[in-house]
Structures are given as C-alpha cells and as structure tokens.
C-alpha cells in the first residue's frame, strides 16, 4: 500500500507515465520470468494485446491479454486474464500466464 502512495507521488512530481502496464511492459515481465517458470514458460510467446483496469489502491492491475505461441502450428489467438504489478524491482505478473 505505502509503495504504491509513493509511487503515485513520484509519478505527479517527476511528470513519468505511470499508469497501467502496456502490452510492452506485460511482454518484458514475462519474459523476465522465464528461469523461475521452468517448463511452463513459453520462449515463444507473444502478446498481441493488453486491456487493463485503471488498478486497486496497492497498485495492483489486471488485464486481459490476447497471445500467440510460436510453437503452435496454427498461430491461433489465445487470451488469459493477468495481474500485474509495479514493484521496487519494476513490473511483476502476480498471476496468469501460467504462474500459480
């Protein structure tokens, strides 16, 4: 809760864009959870689309998000519900994706 009044704070003084993540940032947290995520990540995943609510008051969002795999023959359109947050650490995926 105190990170995210902070963050808030930062972003209204240094003018930094600090809204839901984009279909770039949920990209980027999936990938840099690949070593954790042993075989149920996807190194070919590939997320088209990114629909976000406007986040809860510990900065919290959750997004829809539409994705192709690679490795699928077909390159069918798949769709997953994720929650994201702003960390110290940057963007974390809290769930979805294949994260329990």
Not at 20 to 37: G, H, L, N, R, V
Request: glycine share 8%; aromatic share 8%; net charge negative.
């Amino acid at each position: 809760m105190l990170l995210a009044v902070v963050l808030a704070w930062a972003c209204n003084v240094t003018g930094v864009a600090c809204g839901a993540p984009t279909t770039d940032i949920i990209q980027k947290a999936y990938e840099q959870e690949a070593p954790s995520s042993g075989v149920r990540h996807d190194k070919g995943l590939k997320i088209v689309e990114a629909t976000c609510d406007k986040g809860d008051d510990s900065g919290r969002f959750l997004c829809q998000v539409s994705f192709v795999s690679e490795d699928d023959p077909d390159k069918r359109l798949y769709f997953d519900i994720v929650s994201a947050a702003l960390t110290d650490k940057g963007w974390v995926l809290t769930s979805g994706l294949c994260k329990r």
